[in-house]
């Protein structure tokens, strides 16, 4: 008798064991939600705006400006210098003088990619904005690198040509460089100015 009283009580146990089970698993495949991404995630912080994030760099530490150049040119001198977000700004004083010189000067500015994701595609065009009796000739942008990782550093090189006989009047030149940042392109801009101060 006790025999079968222990069959029936483990013959219970296992059917109760079982329906909690069919229970629970059913429970939670009604309860369940899974979630679909579709794209790509990430923990990156998206950057809202056009300008290119950038650290600037001394390049002469001597004088402590952000510029070197690869010469000067006679009654024109170093005035200001300015990097303000997306603008670096290059100003330099023309003084009273006549002289008969072309001269071919580039001005190198250095930043670095201050980011966690890679700079890509990198573009510069370079215009002339002002330019009083068209002394100045020619201007030529030029990158050092098309592809800047996270904290790596690069050279933007603005070449400008001119034939100041007086040193009067102002002229302008303007570098747009261009990134793609986070699938858009954003910009940094590199201006010269020679102005009587």
Not at 66 to 79: I, Q
Not at 114 to 130: C, Q, R, S, Y
Not at 138 to 150: A, C, F, H, R, Y
Request: hydrophobic share 35%; aromatic share 16%.
């Amino acid at each position: 008798m006790t025999n079968i009283n222990v069959k029936r009580k483990l013959y219970i146990i296992s059917i109760i064991i079982f329906v909690y089970i069919f229970i629970l698993s059913t429970g939670y495949a009604f309860f369940s939600k899974s979630l679909t991404v579709s794209g790509v995630a990430s923990t990156v912080e998206y950057y809202e705006g056009e300008k290119l994030p950038v650290t600037a760099t001394i390049r002469d530490t001597k004088s402590n400006r952000y510029y070197t150049a690869t010469s000067s040119k006679s009654f024109v001198d170093f005035y200001s210098e300015s990097w303000q977000g997306d603008t670096y700004t290059l100003n330099f004083n023309k003084r009273a003088g006549v002289v008969s010189e072309s001269k071919t000067i580039t001005y190198v500015i250095t930043f670095t990619n201050p980011t966690v994701l890679t700079f890509t595609d990198g573009n510069i065009t370079a215009e002339i904005t002002k330019n009083y009796h068209s002394r100045l000739k020619s201007v030529k942008g030029e990158l050092s690198k098309t592809e800047i990782l996270p904290g790596e550093s690069a050279d933007i090189l603005f070449t400008i040509k001119f034939d100041f006989l007086t040193e009067f009047g102002e002229h302008s030149a303007k570098a747009t460089v261009s990134y793609m940042y986070q699938n858009k392109p954003r910009y940094l801009y590199f201006i010269i100015n020679y102005i009587n101060v």
